[in-house]
């Protein structure tokens, strides 16, 4: 998970089921390597569209893993959690949620 990776696309789960799909204005997150650490640093650059709304995120923090398949980040007092949908070397499937009763989907390509 530790590097550099680019958004390629973002939509967001609403509570309903209902799928907002973005177009990316750009995207980049960055995982610091856990080594033997329980938290490790992020940072996550971000900004998208559609016809209904705007997304940007410009977010420093901590992350940990809580299990093979779930991240944690903290950003300040804050703690989000999100799940590692699929991870391979060069792409991740990353959904979470920053706004209560909205998931965030992000497919990520490894930089």
Do not use: C
């Amino acid at each position: 998970m530790a590097g550099d990776w680019q958004i390629v696309t973002y939509g967001e789960i609403i509570f309903d089921g209902t799928l907002n799909k973005y177009t990316l204005n750009s995207g980049n997150i960055h995982f610091d390597n856990l080594n033997d650490h329980s938290d490790a640093n992020f940072q996550l650059d971000f900004s998208a569209y559609s016809d209904f709304d705007t997304v940007e995120y410009h977010l420093n923090g901590t992350y940990s893993r809580q299990a093979i398949d779930s991240v944690t980040l903290k950003v300040g007092n804050e703690a989000y959690l999100f799940n590692v949908e699929r991870q391979f070397k060069t792409d991740m499937n990353f959904q979470g949620g920053f706004v209560p009763k909205r998931k965030s989907v992000f497919i990520l390509k490894k930089k």
